[in-house]
């Protein structure tokens, strides 16, 4: 049974900077795509950022780019994404969502696996 758990959201003021984290029991980690989607109150899930296996390509919604950066370690079997300049308009539940692959995915229908959720409140 894969397992991701997502971890570091919180309350945070406009402006400030939160790490979010996701360990993964996936033995493929290292060959997995995996990615950060959010989803806020009465919305979709929306894509947030992308990392391909080696960490070598990434990719993000626009909304975010320039202020969010993914990363991940494999050796420690965890991707991160980095937020700074948070707005109002970044409060979610931010999730996280791996898949064996070596292709960089951006779409929730191509993920296996998903984490549960921390969720990012940003106060104006």
């Known amino acids: 049974q894969v397992q991701l758990v997502e971890s570091g959201g919180g309350l945070v003021q406009a402006g400030g900077s939160l790490r979010l984290s996701c360990a993964t029991s996936?033995?493929?980690?290292?060959?997995?795509?995996m990615g950060w989607f959010r989803q806020a109150p009465g919305k979709e899930r929306e894509f947030v950022a992308a990392?391909?296996?080696?960490?070598?390509?990434?990719y993000y919604t626009d909304s975010v780019k320039g202020r969010f950066t993914i990363s991940r370690d494999n050796a420690k079997n965890t991707v991160y994404l980095q937020m700074n300049s948070l707005k109002p308009e970044d409060t979610a539940v931010y999730y996280c969502?791996?898949?064996?692959?070596?292709?960089?995915?951006?779409?929730?229908?191509?993920?296996?696996?998903w984490g549960q959720g921390t969720q990012v409140t940003v106060s104006s």
């Open positions: 969502a791996a898949k064996s692959s070596l292709r960089l995915l951006t779409r929730p229908s191509e993920y296996d696996y």
């Open positions: 996936m033995r493929t980690f290292s060959v997995s795509a």
């Open positions: 990392i391909n296996w080696s960490g070598s390509s990434t």
